[in-house]
């Protein structure tokens, strides 16, 4: 019973140290999803050119979703017209370059992670865009697009329907003030929210039980600690491998992650494994719903080279640069509860969370909570489907 205890324990300490980043985090993308317009996003990611890839990186920061809802969102703008690669590069982006997982790295592993996250993203993209470039062939594409127009139900899929968006033309600053902004940002929060809960909470118990029952000599052995190069070049090949199997993705791969680095993995091989929240393994079978087995088989080999690829830029960049912090000084949080400045912001800003939530379910939040598993959008659904989704709740 003492090793269920201790691990729970841990596990609630991780909770505790990051409550108040993550309501946060989430408040400032909803703020940003209530007046940005999903329709907007398709008509401007229509080719892969440099600039295009830009703005679908800059719309999935915005979006910061969930990675199954990422997934889908991503299906949902191909359908309606987006390039193949700038939704791949919107679908990135909106998991791993979004503001909640960035002040989540720098609160449990030092700001040095943060940038590196937000260094290492646009490289992956980037890297992307030339293989796509170079391997993907029209007739894979023509293959992806005829499955992706079945419409087969993956994850989320509800959720990414959803344009909860803020209407009219009015300015930002009004939109947002008003009413409707009130709801429109306590709609994205709580959902937002209620995508990721399931992954965070298993992310929270698998790194608590890991850290508590797996003996630290295991892992200096298996990432090579003693061998610095070896364990350069070993870290980045690895990570992905170890996201793919947790079957844990988003943010909820954060808690892991510090116990990798206390582990010994390289910082590059840190940076892989975040990335590789888009390949675990029940977001490839979306993948094959969504574009086929070929497509599927494309994207795994792409995206896990170009995650390698972005882990060694990163180490040796930030490694040249000085700013790799000493693994020495990783801690996993155990300290639990205490009168000091974690618990204050936690008190202040659970509070913001329940004026969210309780607007939200006073303003039919309950249905959308509902629909947020539900069938995809049609392709054809256009700008009345984003007006219905975007009125609900309202």
């Not at 996250?117 to 594409?141: H, N, S, T």
């Not at 618990?343 to 004026?355: E, G, K, V």
């Amino acid at each position: 019973m003492k090793p269920i205890i201790h691990a729970l324990s841990i596990t609630g300490s991780m909770t505790w140290e990051i409550t108040w980043a993550l309501i946060l985090g989430f408040t400032l993308s909803a703020v940003v999803q209530a007046v940005v317009r999903r329709a907007t996003v398709v008509r401007m990611l229509g080719d892969d050119r440099p600039r295009t890839l830009a703005t679908a990186s800059a719309f999935g920061i915005a979006s910061s979703s969930c990675s199954y809802a990422a997934v889908a969102l991503a299906r949902s703008l191909f359908r309606k017209g987006a390039d193949f690669t700038a939704a791949m590069a919107f679908e990135i982006a909106s998991t791993n370059l979004v503001v909640e997982l960035g002040v989540i790295l720098a609160l449990l592993m030092g700001w040095q992670f943060t940038a590196a996250e937000f260094v290492g993203g646009p490289v992956m993209i980037a890297l992307l865009a030339v293989l796509f470039r170079l391997l993907l062939r029209d007739i894979l594409l023509r293959e992806a697009r005829e499955q992706a127009e079945r419409g087969l139900s993956g994850a989320m899929e509800g959720h990414a329907a959803m344009d909860m968006s803020v209407q009219g033309n009015s300015s930002f600053v009004r939109r947002l003030g008003s009413g409707e902004g009130f709801t429109a940002v306590a709609s994205v929060f709580v959902m937002e929210w209620a995508a990721i809960l399931r992954d965070l909470v298993v992310g929270l118990l698998i790194a608590g039980a890991i850290a508590a029952w797996v003996p630290d000599s295991f892992w200096r052995h298996f990432f090579f600690e003693g061998h610095p190069l070896v364990s350069k070049v070993w870290g980045p090949l690895v990570g992905p491998l170890v996201a793919m199997l947790s079957f844990v993705c988003s943010i909820g791969n954060v808690p892991l992650a510090v116990v990798l680095w206390k582990g010994g993995i390289s910082f590059g091989g840190v940076v892989a494994f975040i990335f590789a929240d888009l390949l675990i393994l029940p977001i490839l079978n979306i993948y094959r719903k969504y574009y086929g087995v070929r497509m599927t088989l494309f994207l795994l080999g792409t995206f896990y080279t170009t995650m390698v690829i972005a882990g060694y830029v990163v180490e040796s960049l930030f490694g040249g640069l000085g700013l790799i912090p000493d693994q020495a000084d990783a801690e996993i949080p155990t300290q639990g509860v205490t009168w000091n400045y974690t618990t204050y912001l936690n008190i202040a800003f659970l509070l913001l969370a329940a004026a969210f939530v309780t607007r939200f379910l006073h303003t039919g939040g309950a249905g959308m909570l509902r629909a947020m598993g539900g069938a995809p959008e049609p392709a054809d659904a256009g700008q009345g489907a984003d007006d219905h989704h975007g009125r609900a709740g309202r």
